[in-house]
């Protein structure tokens, strides 16, 4: 079965000073990560999705990597607004024509806050 | 189209009464799924429907709990007997069969079992 890490449960840094989560899992193959921001008391918004080891995707002050075991949210300059849980998931299709549609397995999340 | 609704968004109810929530998702969206999220936890599937065809249930899915799509439009999931263990988020998320840009989830129906 699919397993999801992330790493750390919670983090709180100072207003403009970077850092990195990071998402580990075990998959029979890689298919693909997301990468989802929730707010408290709203559902995950979706942020990115990674295809292959190597792979980076940039919005604003977030950058997802991806490595065959790993994801890292690089977050550069962060503001309060940032402040957020940070889940990453991954999907279990199918078949590899309904990639990314399928049912996500999610990690627990790193609870991110950042400090005027 | 203004995303996926849910509703109620917040339901306390006594135990063993029985409940439905409603989801309606994005109208081009063909895909419609169901998670539940408790506090500190990523969300955990439940089901989901490609039109109307319900595909997959999870093993963690006891009798009690019952969905349905009709006319592969809003969904409704039904918990009956309700438990004081069922308290959570119940998310409902939608997507495209053929666009990977990942499920938009709606806000969500805080059920408090008390």
């Known amino acids: 079965e699919d397993q999801v890490t992330q790493s750390p449960e919670a983090l709180r840094l100072q207003e403009g000073e970077s850092s990195s989560l990071n998402c580990s899992y075990t998959?029979?193959?890689?298919?693909?990560l997301f990468w989802y921001r929730q707010d408290p008391g709203k559902g995950p918004e979706f942020l990115f999705t990674?295809?292959?080891a190597g792979e980076e995707k940039e919005k604003e002050r977030l950058k997802a990597t991806l490595t065959k075991k790993e994801s890292f949210l690089h977050i550069t300059a962060p503001k309060p607004e940032d402040s957020a849980t940070y889940l990453c998931?991954?999907?279990?299709?199918?078949?590899?024509?309904?990639?990314?549609?399928?049912?996500?397995?999610f990690g627990t999340g790193t609870r991110l806050t950042i400090i005027p | 189209d203004t995303g996926v609704s849910q509703d109620p968004r917040h339901k306390i109810t006594k135990r063993g009464q029985n409940v439905t929530f409603r989801c309606d998702p994005i109208?081009?969206?063909?895909?419609l799924y169901w998670y539940r999220q408790t506090l500190g936890q990523g969300p955990e599937f439940l089901t989901y429907?490609?039109?109307?065809?319900?595909?997959?249930k999870s093993r963690l899915l006891s009798d009690r709990f019952s969905a349905e799509r009709p006319k592969g439009s809003f969904s409704t999931l039904e918990i009956q007997r309700t438990e004081q263990g069922d308290s959570a988020m119940y998310l409902c998320?939608?997507?495209?069969?053929?666009?990977?840009?990942?499920?938009?989830f709606g806000s969500g129906t805080r059920l408090t079992v008390v």
């Open positions: 998320a939608s997507s495209l069969v053929v666009r990977n840009y990942g499920y938009t």
């Open positions: 998959v029979s193959g890689l298919r693909g």
């Open positions: 990674l295809y292959s």
């Open positions: 998931a991954v999907p279990e299709p199918k078949t590899r024509t309904n990639f990314g549609n399928e049912k996500l397995t």
């Open positions: 109208s081009e969206h063909n895909r």
């Open positions: 429907f490609q039109n109307e065809a319900q595909l997959e």
